[in-house]
């Protein structure tokens, strides 16, 4: 069956940098677009990035650009999100997800952006 795992959440000061990780089983995960979406509390969940399955072409939600980046390991099955210069209002729950026939959504990893 389908398996989205995030990690890499924690708690970081402002200015600093977290990776999260994603690991995908059950699916071709070379075939597909995946994306990362983030959720704060009181607030709906929201896309941050996406990156296609063939050449890698990414896009940013405007409140990420020039800090975020997403990236892909085809050979070990994993999407990553690369965050720097956090700041506060970064604070959420991340999801990796993907979408074939329906989206499924990894259990999330929470990012806490405070001094």
């Known amino acids: 069956q389908v398996q989205l795992v995030e990690s890499g959440g924690g708690l970081v000061q402002p200015g600093g940098s977290l990776r999260l990780s994603c690991a995908a089983s059950?699916?071709?995960?070379?075939?597909?677009?995946m994306s990362w979406y983030r959720q704060a509390p009181r607030k709906e969940r929201e896309l941050v990035a996406a990156?296609?399955?063939?050449?890698?072409?990414?896009n940013y939600a405007d409140s990420v650009k020039g800090r975020f980046t997403i990236s892909r390991d085809n050979a070990k099955n994993t999407v990553y999100l690369q965050m720097n210069s956090l700041k506060p209002e970064d604070t959420a729950v991340y999801y990796c997800t993907y979408y074939y026939q329906r989206r499924y959504w990894g259990q999330g990893t929470q990012v806490t952006v405070s001094s």
């Open positions: 990156i296609t399955s063939a050449n890698g072409n990414t």
């Open positions: 059950g699916f071709t995960f070379s075939n597909y677009p």
